[in-house]
């Protein structure tokens, strides 16, 4: 008996043309920066990211996007897009869940529209050649996966529609989110928009659920966190950086925030880092060779 491939292959048409084949769609793009993580406990505290989150849980969850409530049963996914709020409250269940954390350079026609999707079985096996691929450290198969899972998941939506912002709200989110560490304030904001600082936070607030203020503070503290972790600026220049002249009144605003002091903060992540690193040398099965 012949092999699957081979059979199909044998019915293949005949090329009308040698020099015409088929081509992806005009700016076609993979998606790229790919974080996959695998979470058990629940996520409180309100995140906002600039990425795009793929969340799917091993048992019921509940989670909330924007304020709103969306169960999520097993063989199902959650596809939420950047800049809204999400979280998974505490209720007392299991909160088992495969993240993956990933930036779009343009909007494709491969990423799905809808929010929540079902997953089939060829989804799943595009699930599963992903992690595989991911723990393998092949990043161009675990993309081309990415790639293949999200068209496959948009063949099979829910009827949860997703979030539709406005262009108004669109644009002043990717203004934000263009670069955290420098502070914008509200008037800046709705003059570049057009709109009335007053008619701006009212509509920040009816589409996201979510006050501009408390955003920007939010985005704020999340560009200082990345200057910390990434730069070995001091505390007083990240301060500057975040907008703050005295060292006091930023530490007391990031503590608010956090919970920790900023030099606790980068002490913590240095240490997270060095744990990280070295779990993941000694699961190395070729040693450093």
Known sequence: ???TWISDARRLPEPTSYFHGRKLPDGFQLP???LMYFRDYPHPTTTISTRYMLILPVYPLEYRVSGRVIMLKPGEALLVKPYLQRRVPETGQQYDRLLISFLMPMEQTYLPHQEVFSISEAAGEQIGKMVEFYLAGNTIGALFALTLLLNELGQSPTDS???VLTAR?????ARINSNLVRPLSIKELADEVNMSASHLRRLFREELDISLGEYLAEQRIAGAKQLLEETSLSI???A???GYESIYAFSRFFRNRSGVAPGSYRQMKISSKNVIAQNNQNSNPFGNN
Request: proline share 10%.
């Open 32 to 34: 790229t920066n790919i």
């Open 236 to 238: 007083g220049e990240v």
């Open 240 to 242: 500057l950086r975040s």
């Open 1 to 3: 008996m012949e092999n």
């Open 161 to 163: 529609p997703a979030p």
């Open 169 to 173: 709200i669109v644009e002043v989110l």
